[in-house]
């Protein structure tokens, strides 16, 4: 949103959440106290906040006074109730249309932004239908759906607004498609907007997820029989990837993906193919899932099995919590996995991230900093010095691919290590010769 107010000086967008503190924040004065870190946001905010972009809990002025309206809420997997573990749960974007639908005046152009199961139009129409007819001033108040789901990614969004691939419009009043395509217009090509009937363009949302997280899936499949077979996985994404049919992105073996999207959409299209009893088409994809599971598993019993079964009392650095770089995002992140499954086998673990706070580390890992596990007397605590925290470290682990990992001194945090020392590379991130020659062992994934 805030990206459409940079470009359409115009147009006033007005982010409005029931979330009083996230809105203050959002308001903040200090520009690095924004709810979430992702570059050049900042900038973005500060050309346009006061301007034509406005935060505000004030649903209602908000809503009266909106010509067209985004609903971006969260669509989390249900925990509870039919479809629960697979089923996205639909009640913020049912309250966020029972909202608009008190307080909207004259025609309204809904917008289906949030990541919603295939038909979600149909239960927000239903929901605005029913409000114009009980209201008495029927004929002053008129709602027009369309769908235009949201493609960008987690440290690169800013990057992706403004220069996206494509951008989607789903509906079939033309009117309403029109007037938001003419927003996109502003700074991207006609070409790159596609129109499509409302529910491939709700479906597409899915499977572009689905095929991004396949491509993971599948290269970190590719990763253990690499090393099983002394292949090499760079080598292997190179070859292939050349064919320009395959291509290179999205080819990167790492720790197994996390995100709040990638296993959110898959269970949903899980549970769309089952609902429509298509079994093995819902087997097929939820296979992406199960390897995803059993690859963080790899990677926490591969970095147990070289210290010969046991990593108890072992201090293990982990460098980067966050599910991907460029990010303070931690949720679905393989570090949640690695990191509990390493301290439930005794292992004491320094967490360093560059954008992760220690309070979001113990809310995801559910154990206070310096809490000893009563099961396994592993612990957590945070480490905001790498250089530091090597002292007698028996090994680091790479999970997040910052720069600023890439930048370590190997020199100076090898010789701090206790030996035998380990690094286990898990985004295959720094080259090999940089650890030559330091007395330290050396494991990255797939070769
Ligand atoms: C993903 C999609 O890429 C976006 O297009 C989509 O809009 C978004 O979900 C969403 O539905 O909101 P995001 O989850 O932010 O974006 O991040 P990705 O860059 O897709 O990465 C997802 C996970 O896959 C990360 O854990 C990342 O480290 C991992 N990954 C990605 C790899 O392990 N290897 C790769 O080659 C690429």
Known sequence: MAVIADNCPDIFVTLVDKDKRKIDSWNSQDLSKLPIYEPGLKDVVERNRGKNLFFTNNLKTSIEEADMIFISVNTPTKITGLGAGYASDLKWVESSARIVAKYAKGHTIVVEKSTVPVRTAELIQAILINSVNKNTIAEEKTFSVISSPEFLAEGTAIKDLENPDRVLIGGDDELAINLLKDIYSRWISEEKILLTNIWSSELSKLIANAFLAQRVSSINSISSLCESTGADIKEVVCAIGSDKRIGRKFLSPGPGFGGSCFKKDILNLVYLCRFYNLEDIANYWEQVLIINEKHKERISSIIIEKFFGTVSNKKIIILGFAFKSNTNDTRESPAIKITKNLIENGAQLFINDPKVSNKQILEELKLKEFEIDNL??????????????????????????????????????????????????????????????????YWQVGT
């Open 376 to 441: 396994s007397s592993g612990s957590w605590q945070f480490a905001s010095d790498i250089e530091v925290a090597s002292k007698d470290a028996d090994a680091i682990v790479i999970l997040t691919e910052w720069d600023e990992y890439k930048k370590i001194n190997w020199g100076s945090v090898s010789a701090k290590m206790r030996k035998p020392s380990w690094v286990f590379d898990t985004r295959n991130i720094l080259p090999k010769e940089k650890l030559k020659n330091l007395n330290i062992n």
